[in-house]
């Protein structure tokens, strides 16, 4: 009979009778069958499966983490500083500044307790003898010296971040991030990172996604036994309805950002709201007053009001909910004004004009903000308002950190006509005069891809993110065609036809990823939805 043989290695067992080395069960695996086993005992632990995880270590001679390390986690969420302090050498971090960065994130805990339990003698003695020695930051030493003053408890887990409600759970959960702090200076053999099955399932599934070309799910529970596949049901490729009400070219769309409402502006003066849970969305509202063509629409960022724009040199203000027109301000533009956006507030909007100028105005039009430089074509703010982005006639798209108070650019190489910003406020998709669309990485200034196929060259075109997590691009096209990219692949996925005119912009539902509108010279909007939707399966809807 073979012998049996076990070894113990902080956690790494080996054994030769029933559990080899270096297979998962297929001779050709490059995992190592011990990191394989460790992490099922680390899901069977993490599902409350305990008395298993014990019998798988009986049985494979493969534990979750050796006695050493049990002891120095026990320790860490029992609060038993004595022991975590005498067990951290077998954390085995070389490095002199992790070791003190590691003991630092455990005195602070410690600390914090101690003023918490109102010992103040042990936490001065605490602060002087064991965060100071292995303090790397002065700011962060003195912070925590000042909570020495805190009034009360609640005050105290308040100014150290603790989560709110019961001071026991805080205070247990306040370790647990000790724990998971520490791992950061701690090497995984020794320390498993928490959930790693879990982590690598979802690295695996997110790679399948982003390199599935049709995906546009939300909310779906997806299968372990199969590779994740989407058909191109899943986007909106088919013409649900088209709307007519304009008289004349319909120049700009954008859907609320509650999902509920579509706003178009028109040549023809006007702007009509339409109903998205309507079957046929008919008109809810038309807004008339301006005396000249609308080219922009904006909705707050409650969705509450409407702001117009307009070559009448004026913008007006309406009540969304009842069509009324609040206000009508006069452009501070001494030429047709060609940028509007709204800052996340609500109570203050960006303009800009063919005179070079940008104004920042409040809701009654009075002008709290200049700037000034070439003639703009376009203006986009961040969610958070830290970022204004302007794209100008040079060719250059400038960035403006309002906090700052910093401006900086990217250089384009062809004329810029107008953009959009993703949801996440990091990618940049700004329409060119050269038959493409580019994608910028804001906060790296990089270019990540091009668009091409579309048609663009003597009119602006408006085109937008979409789509579950914003992964397709649409734009329009003067040769009366729609057009969907994937946007991480860059490949063209369809072109839509039905309109028989320019298609000069598209909206995607941000409640919606199966449905996206689209507006055209033709005088119309057409509603495009998946095949799913058009099918009257389940899709999500807004809210």
Not at 134 to 156: F, K, P, Q, V
Not at 317 to 322: G, N
Not at 348 to 368: C, P, W
Not at 460 to 471: A, E, L, M, T
Request: proline share 3%; aromatic share 8%; charged share 25%.
């Amino acid at each position: 009979m073979p012998a049996l043989t076990t070894t113990m290695e902080n956690g790494a067992g080996t054994l030769t009778n029933g559990v080899a080395n270096g297979a998962t069960g297929d001779e050709n695996s490059p995992f190592d069958r011990r990191e394989y086993l460790r992490l099922v005992l680390q899901s069977l632990d993490e599902l409350g499966f305990g008395t298993v995880r014990q019998a798988l270590e009986n049985e494979s001679g493969v534990v979750l983490q050796g006695a050493e390390i049990e002891a120095f986690q026990r320790g860490v969420l029992q609060g038993d500083w004595k022991l975590v302090d005498e067990r951290i050498a077998d954390l085995q971090i070389h490095s002199d500044d992790d070791l003190k960065s590691a003991r630092f994130l455990i005195y602070q805990q410690k600390f914090l307790e101690l003023l918490e339990d109102q010992k103040m003698k042990e936490a001065l003695d605490c602060l002087r003898h064991e965060l100071t020695p292995n303090s790397r930051d002065s700011s962060r030493l003195h912070r925590l010296s000042s909570m020495i003053m805190c009034t009360s408890s609640e005050d105290l887990r308040r100014k150290a971040g603790w989560p709110e409600g019961d001071p026991v759970k805080a205070r247990a959960k306040a370790r647990a991030h000790v724990l998971s702090g520490l791992r950061a200076f701690v090497s995984p053999t020794v320390l498993l990172p928490e959930h790693r099955m879990q982590t690598l399932l979802r690295q695996s599934l997110q790679w399948q996604q982003q390199h599935c070309p049709y995906h546009n799910a939300v909310g779906t529970k997806y299968s372990l036994f199969s590779d994740h596949a989407c058909t191109r049901s899943e986007i909106p490729s088919e013409l649900k309805l088209v709307l007519e009400k304009h008289s004349d070219e319909v120049w700009y769309v954008r859907f609320s950002h509650n999902g509920l409402y579509l706003a178009s502006g028109s040549k023809d003066y006007t702007v009509v709201i339409w109903d998205v849970l309507d079957p046929r969305m008919r008109p809810l509202r038309t807004l008339v007053g301006h005396t000249g063509a609308v080219s922009l629409v904006a909705w707050s960022p409650d969705d509450s009001m409407l702001l117009t724009c307009s070559s009448d040199n004026t913008f007006r203000l309406w009540d969304s909910a009842t069509g009324q027109c609040k206000r009508v301000i006069t452009s501070k533009h001494s030429d047709s004004p060609t940028a509007v956006a709204w800052m996340p507030d609500g109570q203050r909007f960006v303009t800009g004009g063919i005179d070079k100028h940008v104004y920042m105005m409040d809701l009654s039009g009075n002008e709290l903000q200049q700037w000034s430089g070439p003639r703009v074509n376009d203006i986009v703010v961040s969610t958070d308002g830290r970022l204004m982005i302007v794209i100008c006639q040079e060719k250059r798209i400038r960035i403006y950190d309002l906090l700052a108070r910093t401006e900086d650019f990217i250089q384009e190489h062809e004329a810029v006509t107008s953009m959009e910003l993703a949801s996440d406020n990091k990618s940049l998709l700004v329409n060119t005069s050269g038959h493409e669309m580019h994608l910028w990485d804001v906060s790296t200034r990089r270019l990540v891809m091009k668009f091409r196929g579309h048609r663009q060259h003597r009119f602006v075109i408006r085109s937008c993110f979409g789509g579950s997590n914003d992964v397709f691009v649409a734009s329009g096209s003067e040769d009366s065609n729609v057009y969907i990219w994937h946007r991480n692949q860059g490949t063209l996925l369809e072109t839509l036809s039905g309109h028989s005119g320019t298609v000069n912009a598209v909206c995607w539902n941000p409640k919606n990823p199966h449905m996206f509108a689209s507006c055209s010279d033709d005088q119309t909007i057409r509603i495009w939805v998946s095949k799913q939707m058009m099918n009257g399966r389940d899709v999500p809807k807004p809210q």
